[in-house]
T-cell receptor
Framework: AQKVTQAQTEISVVEKEDVTLDCVYE???????LFWYKQPPSGELVFLIR??????QNEISGRYSWNFQKSTSSFNFTITASQVVDSAVYFC??????????????FGGGTRVLVKP | NAGVMQNPRHLVRRRGQEARLRCSPM?????VYWYRQLPEEGLKFMVY????????ESGMPKERFSAEFPKEGPSILRIQQVVRGDSAAYFC??????????????FGQGTRLTVV
């Protein structure tokens, strides 16, 4: 069975500080996908990134960066120079890469990020 | 190209009534997934459907909940005889194919069900 753990339930920072969100996953599959979603106070789910298990190259996109470490089953996410608009709940998720599973996602419990001005 | 459309956005039901949640997938998508988000929790998978077929319902409660995705029209998640514990946000996602290679699922804005 798959499992995603986000140990941090809430993080509070002051604007312009960096924030790193931890995500640890468990899966027996050798091929899988990892995701980060953002859920702002308005409630919708905003897709941020998808990585496949073959690609451990870390990525930077604007103020966002991701650190995928297959050896430790971690997929951490960093917001650099945080802004008030980054305040949201962030979810890490995992999917198998198989026809049987489709795009079924297993989500972590989420980390609430509060950025204070 | 419109995204995944869910309606209603907010639904209030009295205990014992039926709730019907609708999801219209993105154009060209024939795979639909329903998730439930209880207050202050993450999303939990409920059911995966393809047109006219239930592929995986391992996350569906055994009683009172059902889902369908007919050949024509939206996917429907039906909750009969609602109880207060059913109050949650219900999200629908759709994907073009049934595997995650090269594709991903897109989420609707959710339906927030409140049982009073």
């Amino acid at each position: 069975a798959q499992k995603v753990t986000q140990a941090q339930t809430e993080i509070s920072v002051v604007e312009k500080e960096d924030v790193t969100l931890d995500c640890v996953y468990e899966t027996r599959d050798t091929t899988y996908y990892l995701f980060w979603y953002k859920q702002p106070p308005s409630g919708e789910l905003v897709f941020l990134i998808r990585r496949n298990s073959f690609d451990e190259q870390n990525e930077i996109s604007g103020r966002y960066s991701w650190n995928f470490q297959k050896s430790t089953s971690s997929f951490n996410f960093t917001i650099t120079a945080s802004q008030v608009v980054d305040s949201a709940v962030y979810f890490c998720a995992l999917s198998e890469a198989s026809k049987a599973a489709g795009n079924k996602l297993t989500f972590g419990g989420g980390t609430r990020v509060l950025v204070k001005p | 190209n419109a995204g995944v459309m869910q309606n209603p956005r907010h639904l209030v039901r009295r205990r014992g009534q039926e709730a019907r949640l609708r999801c219209s997938p993105m154009k060209g998508h024939s795979h639909v997934y329903w998730y439930r988000q209880l207050p202050e929790e993450g999303l939990k998978f409920m059911v995966y459907l393809q047109k006219e077929n239930i592929i995986d319902e391992s996350g569906m409660p055994k009683e009172r909940f059902s889902a369908e995705f007919p050949k024509e029209g939206p996917s429907i998640l039906r909750i009969q005889q609602v109880v207060r514990g059913d109050s949650a946000a219900y999200f629908c996602a759709s994907s073009r194919t049934g595997d995650s290679f090269g594709t991903e699922a897109f989420f609707g804005q959710g339906t927030r069900l409140t049982v009073v």
